[in-house]
């Protein structure tokens, strides 16, 4: 009987194993792994080996989140339509992302065009952003940013304005971003 | 056409431009006078001839729906928690230094983490970059051997890189208050021999990143220089270009 609880937790550290590399290795255009392909590769236990590996992803400062196809976090009832991505666990400090191919006015950016497309009810025109931005940046910089924004999944466009896109609402805590924002001081570095 | 059957026409092409804006984002969709608009339509709706006349006025129709829908969704939005005057964040941006801002903004992000595998769609574009690239013989002298042994070992451990990032800092302001704040990237960029150069351009990619310094690009010549960051709307940028180190030109 031991052995067999030995046998059967052998299994489960190795579907553990499985779903981590499943999450981490992107084998789609875009990151994410759906609820419906983990159960496939893993079984019917698959939020089970799920809860485990975010356990132990925690060790190492990194969580699974899974968000519904409209974007919302996904309750354990939705998870076979959610898409699951690993993510870090508290946000991370400049050194950390210095290297990561992101550029500070960039950050600045997303940042500006979140905050103003979340207040906006979701959308706004290209032109609001582009004013936005042009008050920050060189005016001839503005249209690259967005553009890198938009295809790295930050920002959608579409006919009707621009969205937030898929990225933004797995990686980007809005809401918390507009009380940061609300709540700073605002003209510490004001020239 | 007729007179009215032009007056007409003109309506429906109003409606459906002010459709389109209020779509767009470029009018509130409560700067649109619904019940005004479709007791119009209904008014036309009896003199309506041919099938264009129809269709024009299903679109504009359709078009009204979709406002009121917007409107629907602007006091969703009202009610929620993320509600925040859009001016008042067009504000705090204005006033805020950028990168205030981005580290502002880093307390509210968590990346996506993932590991790069080779995939069918990554092979399919190395395949076609591999095609596209011309012979080695046509792009002219290639970088040296790596010197030592530091083919895959990080070239400075993390307090050497700092050290080495205060100097470069320190050197490129020297060479900026030479040179009235303006120094030629390419001149900046020239070493003693081309890994002199590479070690310059590394460090000088991170200054860039930090803000330190930022790049202007000569828009007659095409030449770039290395400013100091004028205002905080120049406080950081990046640039990639090449340069033949060894040689005369650059590109």
């Known amino acids: 009987m031991g052995e067999a609880r030995g046998e059967g937790s052998e299994d489960l550290r190795r579907k553990v194993r499985r779903a981590a590399h499943m999450l981490l290795l992107r084998s789609h255009a875009k990151p994410g792994v759906k609820g419906w392909e983990l159960r496939r590769a893993l079984g019917r236990d698959y939020k089970v080996v799920l809860r485990l590996l975010d356990e132990e992803l925690a060790d190492i400062g990194f969580r699974i989140v899974a968000k519904a196809p409209d974007g ?75 553009t890198r924004l938009v295809r790295a999944g930050y920002l959608s466009e579409t006919d009707e304005g621009v969205g937030v896109g898929w990225r933004t609402r797995v990686e980007i805590d809005v809401e918390h971003l507009l009380s940061l924002l609300l709540g700073s001081r605002g003209a510490t570095g004001a020239r | 056409m007729s007179r009215t059957s032009r007056a007409r026409r003109e309506l429906f092409e109003r409606i459906l431009e002010l459709v389109r804006e209020v779509f767009s984002g470029r009018v509130d969709p409560f700067d649109v006078n619904v019940v005004q608009l479709a007791s119009r339509l209904r008014e036309e709706f009896p003199r309506l001839r041919g099938w264009d006349e129809i269709n024009l006025d299903l679109e504009a129709m359709i078009g009204l729906a979709g406002v009121v829908e917007r409107q629907e969704e602007w006091i969703e939005h009202r009610a929620s928690r993320l509600f925040v005057d859009p001016l008042l964040v067009a504000l705090k941006v204005e006033v805020m230094d950028l990168k205030e801002l981005a580290r502002m903004f880093l307390r509210a992000w968590r990346p996506i983490v993932e590991a790069r595998g080779v995939t069918p769609a990554f092979l399919e574009a190395a395949v076609s970059y591999w095609l596209e690239l011309p012979p080695a013989s046509e792009r002219g002298e290639v970088l040296p051997e790596p010197r030592g042994e530091q083919d895959f070992e990080p070239l400075w451990k993390e307090q050497e890189f700092e050290k080495r990032l205060m100097l470069e800092a320190r050197r490129l302001q020297m060479a900026l208050d030479e040179k009235e704040g303006e120094v030629s990237y390419s001149d900046y960029l020239r070493g003693k021999d081309p890994w002199d150069s590479a070690e310059r351009a590394y460090l000088l990619s991170f200054l860039i990143s930090d803000g330190v310094v930022s790049v202007r690009r000569d828009p007659a010549t095409g030449e770039l220089f290395l400013v100091r960051p004028r205002g905080s709307g120049d406080s950081a940028g990046s640039i990639v270009t090449w340069m033949d180190v060894g040689g005369e030109g650059h590109g």
Not at chain 1, 92 to 110: F, M, N, Q, T
Request: glycine share 8%; net charge negative.
């Open chain 1, 72 to 146: 919302r976090d996904a309750s354990e009832e939705e998870y076979g339509e959610a898409t699951f991505y690993v993510t870090f666990r508290e946000p991370p400090d400049w050194p950390e992302i210095r290297g990561s191919g992101w550029r500070i006015d960039e950050l600045a950016a997303l940042a500006a065009c979140v905050a103003l497309i979340s207040a906006k009810g979701g959308r706004a025109s290209r032109e609001e952003l582009e004013d936005l931005l042009k008050s920050k940046l060189p005016e001839w910089k503005v249209p690259g940013i967005l």
